[in-house]
């Protein structure tokens, strides 16, 4: 699988949108963009996923470079729930195939 | 629809102790996937199974590690003679059988070996 880039940590205001940029330089034609959350120790909370459209869903928006080297996770109206660990992973939507955790980035947003 | 379930929440054990650690798939998926938290680190996959079959473990220790998903029943995380340095958030994941394949994590079970 493809490796990813994240920043280390970012900050957000509470209401307003936070946008989580990936690096997957390496990303080949049939993998996809995964996106999870983790709050805290709890267990991995699926975001969104895309192979090279935009995708929007209740949770996010994905925006995905026409190259597909990179891409964003937008929260639109973030939520001191909101405060996570995001994860960009990068894998081929087949199964069995294993999810490579990075280091993710701390989102933190702030009231 | 009840999410991916994990049971127990929480596990103590001596060193030397067996843990079972059980995992229930969401309704309708078939394939499990069992990933290992150490503190202060990241996801780790450990393990791939389907029912009757085990697809991948080739990110489980080689020793006193096991698994199994039974045609009836939870899947199974068995860690023998457990040690200190097995003390982690231990999370289950699932997909179903055919389609889009996304995992959709379970609570997970904290593991503590005194």
């Known amino acids: 699988d493809a490796k990813t880039t994240q920043p280390t940590s970012m900050d957000c205001a509470e209401g307003r949108a936070a946008n989580l940029p990936c690096n997957h330089s390496t990303i080949s034609g049939n993998e996809y963009v995964y996106w999870y959350r983790q709050i805290h120790s709890q267990g991995p909370q699926y975001i969104i996923h895309?192979?090279?459209n935009n995708e929007t869903n209740e949770m996010a928006s994905l925006i995905i470079t026409e190259d597909r080297k990179s891409s964003t996770l937008i929260l639109p109206h973030a939520t001191l729930r909101d405060t996570a660990v995001y994860y960009c992973?990068?894998?081929?939507?087949?199964?069995?195939?294993?999810?490579?955790f990075g280091e993710g980035t701390q989102l933190t947003v702030n009231p | 629809n009840a999410g991916v379930m994990q049971n127990p929440r929480h596990l103590v054990r001596r060193r030397g102790q067996e843990a079972r650690l059980r995992c229930s798939p969401m309704?309708?998926?078939?394939?499990v996937y069992w990933y290992r938290q150490l503190p202060e680190e990241g996801l780790k996959f450990m393990v791939y199974?389907?029912?009757?079959?085990?697809?991948?473990e080739s990110g489980m220790p080689k020793e006193r590690f096991s698994a199994e998903f039974p045609k009836e029943g939870p899947s199974i995380l068995r860690i023998q003679q457990v040690v200190r340095g097995d003390s982690a958030a231990y999370f289950c994941a699932s997909s179903r059988l055919a389609g889009k394949d996304t995992q959709y994590f379970g609570p997970g079970t904290r593991l503590t070996v005194l």
């Open positions: 199974l389907q029912k009757e079959n085990i697809i991948d």
């Open positions: 992973i990068v894998s081929k939507e087949t199964s069995g195939s294993r999810l490579t």
């Open positions: 309704k309708g998926h078939s394939h």
């Open positions: 895309g192979l090279k």
